[in-house]
């Protein structure tokens, strides 16, 4: 649950374009418009799910706020301070606050260092404690992840995929952050460990007080753990409510198509329950003509739709959706 309401970050009309060379020159031609004026905030203690098909900006939305990225332009308001034009150097007490766990853990972990290095390089790197303290601090990392000190001088390739994800999630936490990005976290892991996986970062989110912005491609992933979720579609914010809300009441035809693709278990339910399928190809990313960018693949688009792009706007009570139909 959130403890309070207010925001730990606030994303402004955030820009992520990276530009396409072409040419004997390199001329500068076009843009990947990754990220194309997405704003949202994530309040502290809350879990922020996003969602989308691959290609839809999620990820590179998650790297510009940590700032693996340089923006294009927006703002990246982290605690009342605008850290979208910081240099690497003001950023470093940022580093400490803002973390990120990885997708795949074994790509994300260098296999000629030990568990115990992996996990205190950020200790080591933020002068945070050394010699004995630190490597207490790391056994009791190891502890707080289910793992245990005996595995500190194993390396990556000794564990299991889950195993690994856990070693990553304790090298997030060496710095005590406040805001971790989980960036698919849980997609590359087999479905009896993904439980697993989620509900340990539930239970790390309330016993040290995280916020989290928890990326995945399909909206069962997020339904679990979040607090409220945004649907990307194209580099743009389609949609965002509460859980629950987004669940029972989705308004955009995308969000729509999304849950209709969900499985469900039971099978008189799942007989009863249409599929919704999405027909047409998703459009390039690369300077998509005005309008909104799903009016390929929607079947309820009208001639305005590809005249305009529709406002992302608050419909009530907090659920926002960017669609003419509204
Ligand atoms: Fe469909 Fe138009 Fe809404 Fe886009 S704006 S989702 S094309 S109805």
Redesign the pocket.
């Known amino acids: 649950m959130m403890e309070n309401k207010k925001a730990l970050i606030s994303i402004k009309n955030l820009k992520m374009y990276f530009p396409i060379k072409k040419g004997l020159f390199g001329r500068q031609v076009s843009y990947v418009k990754a990220v194309d004026d997405v704003s949202f905030e994530i309040m502290k203690g809350e879990t922020l799910g996003l969602v989308g098909e691959s290609g839809c900006g999620k990820t590179t939305t998650g790297r510009t706020i940590i700032k693996l990225y340089e923006p294009t332009s927006g703002e990246i308001i982290y605690d009342g301070v605008d850290i979208a034009k910081f240099t690497p150097n003001q950023m470093l007490p940022y580093r400490k606050k803002m973390q990120m766990i990885f997708q795949d853990p074994y790509a994300s972990l260098n296999p000629r260092m030990t568990v115990a290095d992996i996990i205190g390089e950020a200790i080591d790197i933020h002068k945070l404690m050394t010699g004995k303290e630190r490597m207490e601090r790391i056994h009791y990392l190891l502890n707080v992840v289910g793992l245990n000190s005996e595995h500190a001088n194993r390396y990556p390739h000794e564990f299991s995929g889950g195993q690994r994800q856990r070693i990553g999630i304790a090298r997030a936490l060496a710095v005590q952050p406040e805001f971790i990005i989980c960036d698919e976290p849980i997609s590359a892991l087999d479905v009896s460990i993904q439980a697993q996986v989620v509900n340990m970062l539930e239970d790390l989110q309330r016993d040290f007080g995280l916020t989290y912005l928890f990326i995945a491609h399909d909206l069962s992933m997020v339904k679990h753990i979040s607090n409220r979720v945004g649907v990307m579609y194209l580099g743009k914010m ?1 949609e965002l409510a509460e859980s629950n809300e987004l669940y029972t009441k989705p308004l ?3 969000t729509q198509a999304l849950l209709s693709a969900i499985p469900i278990p039971d099978p008189d339910e799942a007989m009863s329950k249409k599929r919704i399928v999405l027909e047409g190809e998703i459009p390039s990313p690369i300077d998509p003509p005005p309008g ?1 960018r ?2 390929g693949r ?1 079947k ?3 001639p ?2 590809s005249e305009q792009d ?1 406002v992302f706007k608050d419909v009530g009570g907090g659920h926002m959706v ?4 509204y």
Do not use: E, N, Q
């Not at 960017?322 to 139909?325: D, E, F, K, S, V």
């Open positions: 389609v955009h035809p995308y909104c799903f009016k929607c309820y688009a009208k305005i739709c529709p960017a669609c003419h139909l």
